[in-house]
């Protein structure tokens, strides 16, 4: 008797999806399909537009990294003025971008994943979220709520509010930095570095013991993908395109703005979001990671002296091959947390953010601009088409998670063949099967506090379609 | 004491409306310790809320047939709904794909745009059916409260619970109403 | 002064005949709220957001005027739940996208919305789009945002003249169209921008001025246009956190032309693209070498011995004064003044004079507000107009005479002393102006072509053509000059322009908007210019400068 899983909703994503397991007569996963149930229609509605309006419109694609898509839409539209924004507002939109990754990579740590990774995949459930970790270790909750809210402070101080703030217009930015809040900013920050490195301890602590099991956790060999900037090192702000093959080699390197040479995107039946791949491998040897994992595999070296010190360990995690498996997101998320702070620091101590030397305006130049950023998930590609009079006449977005939904899907499909054994499905499956989604931290890592159960529905049914067997986790 | 449940959903929101209402930081525990009680929530993982829950609190705007089935019901289990940022009260930004027809929009996603190969727009039954126009939460159920803003800030948040927490029916005035 | 008597909330009041309602309720400090009302425009009761109860009848407070027994309610429940209802209305006609606008915190729409209290719509919206027109350089016009208000056809017709902006069709096809529905870039717009100020909506809005409204508050800083001798009084919008310039506003207040602006002050002082001078250089050899600030004191003592200065009319008359004080003598002006015909009408005459003579002037290309003055009197008939040697222009749309100079002369020679003709004009010929001055029945406005023509005068700083072995050149535009090789040339400049590639030393001074400074208006009088920018540490004061220069004591 065959049978369909199905986990609905999949909390914790942006929007809606859910994941069906089929299992063929023998009780083994036959195939997994990883369900994106939203469609807005951005690259439609877009059109007609006045160019500037991008970086205010398109940040409503998603509330959790708003400021990704206000920086990209932003950049997009410098390229369409053709024109390099003074230094100043570039340490400025940098400096959000930073507080942005901050904000999202240490909520995801440690009010999502960090119940399954500090009190265990198969721990009570009522107590695996953020109150049980509060109850098991207050002060490193504490630490993690404080670590939220200075991102989000950050944001908040230079951009003028922390969710959708109008901030980077085509040519710059709108307004400068004064020097009290400045040393606001300024005050503390080293205490930050250090409550992330207390997160970084435990996972790489996790790891550590629990080596096998981290190593398999949906590992599978996929090409990898980011920025770079000079001599190969991270870069989440500016910088070209490193594509990295299964085996560790660079096999291309590009500006953003061509794009379109290097990447396609493939529609699958059943799922709304797209699934990019590398156009010279094809679509079905072209598939790779983007976000921490992605980002660390490609990278030579971290420009900031804490963060490249974990760099060097993460990166010998495999033995100087790419780092395959999906649990290590974990890991390089945090470490990409460290840089965000050291950056941050770097850019708060830079005399030119006091500058008033923040926009360069001009007539629209050019028929088309790509903006490219390293949004805290992934790779994320804003690219418009301009008439002469500055109306939008195309829009095209890859949006970050976009890309690893082939690997997202993967993931899922490993953790279902490698626990699901026959007819009968142990709760602390269904909850790895979610924490391998988690890995990759898709678009809405609804930042908290998992409080209570994730309900999930399991049916039965037979052939004919009908409801054999259900059994709910509430 | 008395205790006010309150469960919640997102539409066709881009969450932020959610992420406002996080940004409430301690001010969130203060109200839990006054008597909030969060029972289906993103943030609590549980999907269904029990019948006679106080408080539905809806985020985004009605764009599937999905959506309308998850405010349906939420309605049918909370006695009180209340809307929450510019697309559950006025449709918000997603409304501008009403004046496209759902076939343009399909077609612009998943044919057309640059970078796509060989597409076309997915058919699966588990996906949610694009309604014709968005539509705004009480085009679809009665909401008793509205709460605009894109998102509304937290401070605004907090005060509307507050007041509920407390007994009180709030109001907004002008300092509490924001469009953007 | 006739009054009336009427009663507004209970409260007895007295006004003059012919004011309205609404004058009469804002006199006693009530708000009606009101959308399609401006202070400087004719009321036309378009929005119905004013609406009042006159012993149970309702009437619209903007246009209905007070009259004797009126017994006026301006808020009951039942107004509450019309102001309610047409709110909603006005914004579920069209597409108001707050959250992505413009002019969001800016918008009188939102504030209105807010302020009642409209926290969500009891009509379906958001079903037909509008189109946004962004052909014109300067000015979106967005038609989603509009309201219909008509406040900027009233001020593209009775306010400004210009009669390009008008209302096509009826209902909700209603739309606000340019000529006979062109785009508004390719239309006969003149660009002089009262049509964005009225706008209380994004529906008109600036390019450059989008998402800078500052948290912070914006500075709006008063103080008088530089563009040319009229002088208008502005109020320049600026961002201090980016010390730049937002956008310029007349003054609804403000002689001579009471918020009236032109292209050339609101638009091409900011729009213009200038390539800044980033620091002083001079030639060393054959190649252009940056020199610091404090060394151009040296530099210049080196090569002034027996140099001569050539001005032009942007410099303040501080600069100019402290420029005769160096160069003594040997100070000439760059652009030739044909001796004119002295002024013998002032500006507000433009406003009661019976026929006004147009004589081979642009008044699209420079002088717009002096222009729009024209061209309101002439459009409603209360003025004639003649335009000798006409300029191919919108002032071709307007009734009017139009002579060859040769035919108008000949014309006027019958006129008397009680004939009200108004002559504006720039240059003369030589037998015109001897025709002209002693010519009966008529006034003449002289337009000087410069901002500080009459500065230079005061100095007795005449024109000359540029010749010498030391030239040193002050001024925004420099002409095209001859110069032979040689000759040493320093150029002091806001911006790059054609000389500055040729000279051996550059020196970049403050522009209009970061200095400050006094020239003489249309009129004759002192007007101050106040600075509104801070300076780049590179941009030198002239007059601080100079004054460094003279010798001590």
């Known amino acids: ?474 | ?180 | 002064m006739s009054k009336v008597k009427l009663r507004i909330n209970g409260i007895d009041v007295e006004t003059e005949l012919g004011k309205t309602i609404l004058e009469a309720a804002q006199g006693l400090g009530i708000f009606i709220p009101t959308l399609c009302h401006h202070e400087a425009l004719i009321p036309r009761g378009a929005c119905r957001m004013c609406i009042v109860e006159d012993k149970g009848r309702l009437k619209a407070a903007c246009t209905m005027p007070a009259e004797n027994g009126m017994d006026i309610i301006t808020d009951s429940p039942r107004i509450q739940h019309i102001r309610e209802t047409t709110i909603q209305m006005i914004f579920t006609s069209r597409n108001h996208y707050c959250m992505y606008c413009e002019v969001s915190g800016d918008c009188e729409l939102q504030d209105l919305g807010y302020k009642l209290g409209m926290d969500h719509f009891n009509f379906a919206t958001y079903e037909n789009r509008y189109p946004v027109d962004t052909t014109h350089p300067y000015i979106i016009f967005e038609h989603n945002r509009c309201i219909l208000c008509g406040r900027c056809v009233r001020a593209c017709t009775d306010l400004t003249g210009h009669y390009v902006l008008t209302e096509r069709s009826r209902g909700v096809k209603t739309l606000i169209v340019a000529d006979i529905e062109s785009p508004l870039g390719r239309s006969s717009c003149v660009s002089c921008g009262a049509c964005v100020q009225v706008c209380p909506t994004g529906a008109l809005i600036e390019k450059r001025a989008a998402y800078q409204r500052n948290r912070e508050k914006n500075e709006q800083i008063k103080t008088v246009c530089d563009m040319c001798p009229v002088g208008c009084g502005i109020e320049i919008h600026k961002n201090p956190g980016t010390n730049s310039v937002i956008k310029i506003h007349g003054d609804w207040h403000a002689g001579p032309t009471n918020g009236l602006l032109c292209k050339n002050g609101r638009y091409l002082s900011l729009y213009e693209e200038h390539q800044v001078i980033s620091s002083p250089r001079m030639r060393r050899g054959t190649s252009m070498k940056e020199i610091k600030a404090g060394d151009l004191e040296g530099v210049i003592k080196e090569k002034i011995n027996g140099a001569a200065a050539y001005v032009d009319g942007s410099l303040s008359n501080e600069e100019l004064s402290q420029i005769k004080d160096l160069f003594g003598e040997k100070v000439y002006s760059l652009r030739p003044v044909n001796a004119p015909i002295p002024s013998t009408a002032r500006i507000e005459d433009l406003n009661t004079a019976g026929t006004i003579v147009v004589f081979r002037l642009d008044l699209d290309a420079q002088y717009g507000a002096l222009g729009s003055l024209i061209k309101r009197r002439v459009a409603t008939n209360e003025a004639g107009l003649i335009l000798v040697d006409a300029s191919e222009n919108t002032f071709s749309k307007l009734p009017a005479k139009r002579l060859g100079s040769f035919e108008f002369l000949a014309d006027i020679k019958g006129l008397t002393g009680t004939n009200d003709y108004l002559l504006v004009y720039q240059d003369l010929e030589d037998k015109e102006r001897a025709a002209l001055s002693s010519q009966q029945g008529m006034r003449f406005l002289w337009l000087p072509p410069e901002t500080n023509t009459f500065g230079l005068a005061k100095l007795g700083i005449e024109h000359a053509a540029p010749k010498g072995k030391a030239l040193f050149f002050f001024g925004k535009d420099i002409p095209e000059v001859a110069i032979e090789d040689g000759t040493f040339v320093a150029c002091f400049s806001p911006h790059e322009n054609r000389l500055t590639r040729r000279a051996d030393l550059v020196v970049p001074i403050r522009d209009g908007f970061e200095r400050e400074g006094t020239f003489y208006n249309l009129e004759g009088e002192i007007v101050r210019r106040v600075p509104v920018l801070t300076p780049g540490p590179d941009r030198i004061d002239l007059k601080e400068l100079l004054v460094r220069m003279l010798p001590k004591g």
Not at chain 2, 66 to 72: A, G, L, Y
Request: proline fraction near 6%; include cysteine; glycine fraction near 10%.
């Open chain 2, 1 to 180: 004491m008395k205790t006010i449940t309150m469960a919640s959903t997102w539409c066709e929101g881009c969450s932020g409306c959610h992420m406002s209402f996080l940004d409430m930081d301690e001010r969130l525990v203060e109200l839990i310790g006054k008597g909030l009680v969060l029972t289906a929530t993103p943030i609590t993982d549980l999907k269904i809320p029990p019948m006679g829950t106080d408080l539905g609190i809806i985020e985004g705007a009605v764009a599937t047939d999905h959506h309308m089935e998850d405010v349906k019901e939420l309605r049918h289990r909370c006695k009180m709904i209340v809307a929450l940022g510019d697309c559950a009260v006025f449709g918000g930004i997603n409304t501008m794909r009403n004046y496209f027809t759902v076939d343009e929009l399909l077609h612009r996603g998943y044919v057309t745009t640059e970078s796509t190969v060989n597409g076309t727009p997915p058919t699966s039954n588990e996906l949610g059916k694009l309604l014709p126009k968005v539509l705004s939460v009480h085009e679809v159920v009665k909401v008793d409260f509205f709460i605009p803003g894109c998102p509304p800030p937290a401070n605004v948040i907090y005060h509307v619970l507050n007041e509920l927490v407390e007994g009180r029916v709030p109001r907004l005035t002008q300092d509490l109403l924001y469009y953007d």
């Open chain 1, 1 to 474: 008797m065959s049978k369909k899983i199905t986990i609905s909703p999949v909390t914790r994503i942006e929007g809606h999806a859910k994941v069906t397991v089929y299992l063929n007569d023998e009780g083994q996963v036959d195939r997994t399909y990883f369900h994106v149930d939203q469609f807005r229609g951005f690259e439609k509605f877009s059109e007609g537009r006045y160019f500037p309006e991008m970086p205010v419109i398109t940040p409503r694609i998603c509330g959790i990294c708003p400021i990704s898509h206000h920086l990209g839409a932003a950049k997009a539209c410098d390229e369409i003025l053709d024109v390099k924004i003074p230094r100043p507002a570039k340490l400025l939109r940098e400096l959000i971008h930073m507080g942005q990754v901050i904000q999202s990579h240490a909520m995801h740590f440690f009010e999502l994943a960090g119940p399954d990774i500090i009190l265990g995949w198969d721990s009570d459930p009522a107590l695996r979220n953020v109150v049980g970790l509060v109850k098991a270790n207050p002060e490193l909750a504490l630490k993690a709520v404080r670590l939220r809210k200075y991102g989000q402070t950050i944001i908040e101080e230079v951009a003028g509010r922390r969710i959708h703030p109008t901030f980077a217009i085509p040519g710059g930015v709108n307004n400068g930095l004064s020097v009290e809040k400045r040393d606001r900013l300024l005050k503390g920050i080293d205490d930050y570095i250090s409550h992330i490195q207390e997160g970084v301890s435990i996972i790489r602590d996790f790891i550590m013991s629990h080596k096998e099991e981290s190593d398999t956790f949906a590992s599978f060999p996929s090409g990898y993908m980011g920025l770079v900037g000079k001599d190969g090192a991270l870069e989440l702000y500016d910088g070209a395109v490193r594509m990295m093959d299964k085996d560790g080699h660079v096999i291309d390197e590009f500006p953003g703005k061509y794009y379109l040479s290097h990447i396609g995107e493939m529609v699958d039946d059943w799922t709304y979001l797209k699934l990019p791949f590398f156009k010279p491998l094809g679509d079905k040897e072209g598939f790779y990671r983007v976000g921490p994992l992605g980002r660390l595999n490609v990278a030579e070296k971290i420009s900031t002296p804490k963060a490249h010190e974990e760099f060097k360990r993460f990166k010998a995690m495999n033995g100087g091959k790419p780092v395959e498996s999906s649990f290590y997101y974990h890991y390089a998320r945090l470490i990409e947390a460290v840089y965000a702070l050291e950056r941050a620091r770097q850019i708060l101590e830079d005399p030119d953010i006091l500058s008033t030397d923040l926009l360069h305006e001009g007539p629209v130049r050019c028929g088309e601009g790509v903006g490219i950023i390293e949004a805290p998930r992934g790779t994320l590609i804003h690219h418009y088409w301009v008439n002469d009079d500055g109306q939008i006449t195309k829009a095209n977005l890859i949006v970050a998670s976009g890309h690893n939904n082939w690997a997202m899907s993967k993931a899922v499909d490993c953790i279902a063949r490698g626990y699901i054994k026959g007819n009968d499905v142990p709760e602390g499956v269904l909850n790895r099967i979610e924490g391998a989604i988690r890995c990759y931290d898709p678009c809405l890592s609804c930042s908290t506090h998992a409080i209570g159960k994730m309900p999930m529905v399991v049916e039965l049914y037979d052939h004919a379609g009908n409801l054999v067997d259900a059994r709910k986790r509430s």
